[in-house]
């Protein structure tokens, strides 16, 4: 197993689109075929009913809930909180609660589907943290998140590596907004023993984690490894293996993250708009050609260059192509520095495959990074791009995050050799 430094970059390259890959191989799938995007553990383990009148039950819920229902081409789609790469949805949420009244010390997997608690494993002195801060204990929340990769290789193939981990980045920020809501503070962890977790959680090759947040109080004291190893169960309803999937994943999994002293975001938001923009989050389908403020804008830089909670970091750069911002001169930002001017609309549009949202857009933004560790890039950009998306909806802007884009001629349009690991559009829907 390759430890090297350059392999994240390796396995980006080898994911890259460029306009006659595309060609080649335009992803089509036949729907039917879709592996199904709930995990449900057997029923013989007990589970918890996820009450929203509970604060508890309403911090965990809110973390990955359901949030809109709809048939599209015949099939039924229920959309979440965090967005997905083509609706595939391969995170899932684990989460480890010790000491907290009226739930009994365990580690549970979040059964989004049915909104419960479905309690996997029962504490002694035995835990995560064992994997995660060893020494240590918590008396609050573990949240892992792990991905099972099937649901979007089965039409992504090889770059759904990058969905698995924007996915899991967008996840993190479900949690991190969650915790927001019910006034708890919360901690990312990328650094850690996956290997050692997939293997004691019993995910064999179909299902891995990528990160954790953690929310409580820590104390001095040695916790166990898991005593006894949980059991699989397949997060699909059926499976095949990606090869390049499963070796990105562990030759990038163990990888030191660049470090940085923790520091918490400040945000002044209206709790309850803010609660509403929570379960109201949505993917733009259609712009309208109309500009959004200058001050909506600069409101939305400031709030990505918040801090991010995290000892593990790395360090993105945010290009914006702005095209319709009142008062701006269009051209090419680096935050709000502007690099070249320009009308780069329908460069946009192509460079994001021929998608309109990206040539109506107000702003198209790519993150770009030059990382040590990239799962821990990935999902940072996915983060910030949670980031953006509610608070762009927060303004009555909408958003979204953009997977698909030619790599090499989007790098030669910011001018820059780092790799591009997203991009994302904001402006004015059509219809509002
Ligand atoms: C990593 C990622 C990449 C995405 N890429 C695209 C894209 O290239 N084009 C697009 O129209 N939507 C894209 N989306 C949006 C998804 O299609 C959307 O999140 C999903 O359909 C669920 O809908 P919702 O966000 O409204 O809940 C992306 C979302 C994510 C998280």
Request: net charge neutral; aromatic share 12%; charged share 20%.
């Amino acid at each position: 197993m390759s430890q090297s430094p350059i392999s994240g970059k390796a396995y980006h390259e080898a994911t890259k689109h460029s306009y006659l890959s595309v060609q080649i191989d335009p992803n089509y799938v036949d729907a039917s075929t879709q592996p199904s995007p709930f995990k449900v553990y057997p029923k013989f383990y007990r589970r918890v009913k996820l009450n929203l009148n509970n604060p508890v039950h309403s911090f965990i819920s809110l973390t990955s809930a359901i949030t809109l229902e709809k048939i599209y081409k015949d099939s039924p789609y229920k959309l979440r909180v965090n967005p997905s790469a083509g609706a595939l949805y391969p995170t899932e949420v684990y989460v480890q609660v010790r000491g907290i009244e009226g739930i009994v010390d365990g580690i549970y997997h979040l059964e989004v589907e049915n909104n419960c608690l479905t309690l996997i494993y029962e504490l002694i002195d035995d835990g995560l943290e064992s994997y995660i801060i060893p020494g240590k204990s918590i008396n609050g929340f573990i949240f892992l998140i792990s991905c099972v990769y099937y649901r979007s290789s089965w039409k992504y193939q090889n770059r759904s590596m990058r969905y698995c981990l924007l996915d899991s980045g967008h996840h993190l920020g479900a949690v991190s907004a969650s915790a927001f809501l019910h006034n708890k503070d919360i901690q990312l962890i990328f650094d850690f023993d996956k290997l050692a977790l997939n293997s004691d959680l019993g995910f064999e090759n179909k299902e891995f984690i990528t990160a954790c947040a953690v929310s409580g109080e820590l104390q001095d004291k040695k916790i166990r490894h898991l005593r006894l190893k949980v059991p699989f169960v397949c997060g699909t309803d059926y499976f095949e293996s990606n090869q390049f999937i499963e070796d990105a994943y562990q030759a990038t999994a163990l990888q030191k993250s660049r470090q940085q002293k923790i520091e918490y975001p400040q945000f002044d938001l209206d709790k309850d708009k803010f609660y509403q923009t929570v379960w109201n989050r949505r993917s733009v389908r259609r712009f309208r050609k109309e500009s959004i403020s200058q001050e909506d804008y600069l409101y939305i830089v400031q709030q990505l260059q918040q801090p991010i909670p995290t000892e593990n970091y790395e360090q993105i750069e945010i290009y914006s192509v702005v095209h319709r911002v009142e008062g701006m001169t269009p051209g090419l930002y680096k935050g709000t520095y502007l690099v070249k001017t320009g009308n780069f609309n329908e460069k946009t549009g192509y460079l994001c495959i021929n998608q309109a949202i990206a040539k109506d857009s107000a702003v198209t933004l790519f993150f770009v990074s030059d990382y040590l560790n990239y799962q821990t890039a990935m999902q940072i950009a996915g983060f910030l791009g949670q980031r953006l998306y509610l608070t762009s909806n927060y303004l009555g802007i909408q958003c979204s995050g953009i997977g698909a884009y030619y790599d090499d001629e989007t790098q030669e349009l910011l001018e820059t050799n780092k790799d591009v690991l997203y991009g994302m559009v904001i402006g004015i829907q059509v219809g509002s």
